[in-house]
Structures are given as C-alpha cells and as structure tokens.
C-alpha cells in the first residue's frame, strides 16, 4: 500500500468551524484526512468526513502525493456512508502537475463524464484508456467500497515488459479522487432536489510498487527522507531512470525479466573520468558501443584514450592503463625535424645525417656542423 | 660505433637567432 503513512490532502474536511458532530480541534470529534491512510485501516472506526455540502458544485478530492513513481496495481476507498454516484480516479505523473483519468464511477457517465458506459465485452481501443464503470454499490452496512484496477481499462494481452504504453499507464506519482456527486441526491443540477450531504470515508489504499525499472529491487529514504530506488546495473534517479555518469557506452533502458539491460562504463583504459554517448557511432558498431571518452588524462587521446596524443608515443613496457605509457617524443631541438615522433615507436623525423631515437647523433660517416640548420655534414 | 651527441654549445646561431631554442 504506498499510500500507507501518506499526507491526503482533502479539498473539504469539516470541523471547521466545531459543530456539534465534527471538532477539528477536539481529537476525539475530529475526521481529518490523515486516517485515510493511517496504520489503523478497516479496524478503525474513525472516518473522514467532508463538510456538510449544501448546494452545487459538490466536488470533494482527495489527493495523496506518493513521493515517488510508483506502478499501479490498484486504487481503492472504503466509505463510511453510502458511496458516491460519481467518482473520478485520476493519476499524475509529474507529482501534481498535470494529470490524467484513470476511471470514472458512475450512474451518469454521460451526464457527469461525457462518456459512454464501459463495454461489457472488453475495451474498444488496442491501449489501455480511462473507462467509465458503474458506481460503487451501497454494502448492508451502510459503507461501499471503491476499488479500481489497473488492469480494468487495459486490454488483455499486453505485457507489462514489452508495452510501454502499459508502462505509462500504470506509473504515477499522485493519485486524486474526486468525488463528485453524493449518492441519493440524483441529479445535483436540481436544486430543489438537494440536502445538505457530506461524504465519508475510512480507508484509501493505493496498491503498487515502488517503480524503479527493473533496476533496484528495493527503495530507501534518501537523507531528505525522500524515497528513492536502491539503484544497481550502473543507474541512477529516483526511478533507476537514467545511465550512470561514467556508464554511457549504450543507451539506457528498462530491465526485463531476461535481460538486465546494464548500462555499461565506457572503457577509457584508466585515462578519462568522463564519457558520452554518441548514437551514429552506436549504430556503426552494431549497436554494441556508443561510448566516447571526454578529456583523457596521461598524454593519451582517442575515443577510449587508447592512444598517445601529438608529441607523445607508447611505451611497450607499460600496459596501455598505466598512467606513464604514454612517454614523450623529446625530439632532439637541432638534430629532429619536428617535435612529433612515431606514436609507436618513438622515432623522430632527422634531419639528413642524424640519427637515434630522438635525433641527437650524427650518423656513421657523418661529423657536426656549426651550422643548426644542417648538423651533420658528411665527414671529408 | 656510437657516435656522440649533438654538442649545442658547437652551434653557431649567428644567422638563425630565431631558430634558436630555449635552454
């Protein structure tokens, strides 16, 4: 239940001001919004109560923010009186932002909903979409209960894996109820037909799991005791929602019951602390590796730091992870004909007559000169 | 044979002063 402990904010709540059956002030005549969600559940006598609603618009929401992302099972409220005729279930993705329909209750779906009755014979569309259903019946004992599931407006079939249009629909940050006509009352647009009504409920649940990918098998409380995925696989966010820094050699993507889809550390030999991912070199590799290594350290250059940089050659006696296998050219400053040496192996271009690694000797049959231009002359 | 290294202080720089390298 990630609603369980949760704050519900309700948009009416009575006690305000104390009457004679409601004292917000007086904890043993008080009905705050808290027990919705209180540990105290259907044991708990004490309900939530509206404010007496005299006239029209008679909308009510409760709203309870989930902290996170999390992926829908259910949703339900028990009432403490007669269930409403119409209710709106709505989600919201972007922690109260914007939000979207999930189901409508109702009597009236036309007239309260503009919307056509669910099809008994299954859903109409190929994706899942927000269907009206008949309102919750009275139970004996006065109460009702609500209880939408996530699988009541989504066609059989799809898999929760494989379908990110069932991904989307079954993630929410928030959920709202709006409970917009009272029962009895029929239709509220007339006003002679209506009597101060409040609405009551004792417990709402919303039955889910912390959403996290398919890349953590387990939320923590942050230390802003937020709530947030125990990310692994090379993922971060609240949500597993996104690589690592360093991991960027493929795109991100969900986990499945086969594949852990890990993001993958770019391989930059020890030489770079940064990468990033370049989709055109992705796909030319096969859709193997994207990854390109940003500022390499040690003299080193290339895509994954795998070779040394204008100046620099590799020095055979150091593995390529070694932060001295790149060595300098040290051209010598008379006798070479550039700075740059053979990245391999070291030789630097000499002038006629010169030799050695670094161009710092005459050759044989050769002397030195006085002149820097030609250093070596040919012996007389 | 090993022949000896380039000996700077041999080079006269008197017409290539901007060739010259720091030392």
């Known amino acids: ?380 | 044979e090993v022949m000896p290294t380039l000996d700077m202080a041999l080079f006269d720089w008197t017409d290539y002063e901007d060739l010259k390298p720091e030392v």
């Open chain 1, 1 to 380: 239940n990630a609603a369980l402990g949760r704050e519900v904010l309700a948009s009416s709540t009575c006690g305000r001001p104390a009457t004679r059956a409601c004292d917000a002030s007086d904890p043993r005549r008080a009905h705050p919004a808290a027990l919705l969600t209180s540990a105290g559940g259907p044991a708990s006598p004490l309900c939530w109560r509206s404010d007496l609603l005299p006239r029209a618009p008679l909308n009510v929401t409760l709203t309870v923010s989930l902290g996170k992302a999390f992926e829908l099972v259910f949703v339900s409220l028990r009432f403490c009186s007669a269930p409403p005729a119409s209710v709106a279930l709505l989600k919201s993705q972007d922690h109260g932002r914007s939000w979207t329909p999930l189901a409508f209750f109702s009597s009236y779906c036309g007239l309260d909903y503009g919307r056509l009755p669910a099809p008994v014979d299954g859903l109409a569309g190929p994706g899942p979409e927000a269907l009206c259903f008949p309102a919750p019946q009275a139970q004996p004992d006065g109460g009702g209960l609500l209880a939408f599931s996530v699988q009541d407006g989504s066609p059989p079939g799809l898999d929760l894996d494989s379908s990110p249009v069932l991904q989307d629909w079954v993630t929410a940050t928030d959920i709202r109820i709006v409970l917009t006509r009272p029962a009895m009352l029929g239709d509220t647009r007339d006003a002679e037909a209506m009597v101060p009504y409040s609405y009551s409920a004792m417990e709402l649940q919303v039955g889910g799991r912390c959403k996290c990918n398919g890349h953590a098998s387990r939320c923590l409380l942050d230390t802003q005791g937020q709530l947030i995925c125990d990310c692994r696989h090379g993922t971060e966010g609240p949500d597993c929602g996104r690589c690592k820094p360093f991991y960027c050699d493929r795109p991100w993507q969900r986990a499945t019951a086969r594949e852990a889809h890990t993001c993958l550390a770019c391989s930059c030999n020890s030489h770079a602390r940064r990468c990033r991912f370049n989709m055109e070199l992705y796909r030319l590799s096969g859709r193997r590796s994207g990854g390109v290594c940003l500022n390499c350290r040690h003299n080193t250059a290339g895509r994954h730091c795998h070779y040394c940089r204008e100046g620099f050659y590799r020095d055979p006696g150091r593995a390529l992870s070694d932060r001295h296998a790149c060595r300098a050219c040290d051209c010598h400053p008379v006798g070479a004909a550039g700075k740059t040496c053979n990245q391999t192996t070291g030789q630097c271009p000499c002038k006629d007559g010169v030799t050695g690694l670094t161009c710092n000797r005459c050759a044989s049959g050769f002397q030195q000169s006085r002149s820097p231009v030609a250093p070596c002359v040919k012996t007389p």
